[in-house]
Nanobody, 118 residues
Framework: VQLQASGGGSVQAGGSLRLSCAAS????????VGWYRQAPGKQRELVAN???????NYADSVKGRFTITRDFAKNTVYLQMNSLKPEDTAVYYC?????????????WGQGTLVTVSS
């Protein structure tokens, strides 16, 4: 499985960005896709994930502002980020898991940098 993340950039606080995670390869076994982020000096954290069943989870810090969606036809998962805050600045990674109950994700894309200025 290969994951290609894109869509990062620089915006002012209050702005929006949409990240894309395009999957290719042996993706039929994928059970969950998630977006993680890592800010400088901080641990990586799960921002949002979507499970094959359609179940969605968000970190408390992004609820109401971020939306994760998927397009099966394009094998792509999106993260729409609205009302961005400076604290959302981080490198964002998409990841996929063969088992949504596993503690770690199996496949990782390269990061895409999101910078939010005040």
């Amino acid at each position: 499985v290969q994951l290609q993340a894109s869509g990062g950039g620089s915006v002012q606080a209050g702005g929006s960005l949409r990240l894309s995670c395009a999957a290719s390869g042996s993706i039929k076994g994928i059970d969950a896709v998630g977006w993680y982020r890592q800010a400088p000096g901080k641990q990586r954290e799960l921002v949002a994930n979507i499970v094959r069943s359609g179940s969605i989870n968000y970190a408390d810090s992004v609820k109401g502002r971020f939306t994760i969606t998927r397009d099966f036809a394009k094998n792509t998962v999106y993260l729409q980020m609205n009302s961005l805050k400076p604290e959302d600045t981080a490198v964002y990674y998409c990841a996929a898991a063969d088992n949504s109950y596993a503690p770690t994700y199996d496949y990782w894309g390269q990061g895409t940098l999101v910078t939010v200025s005040s």
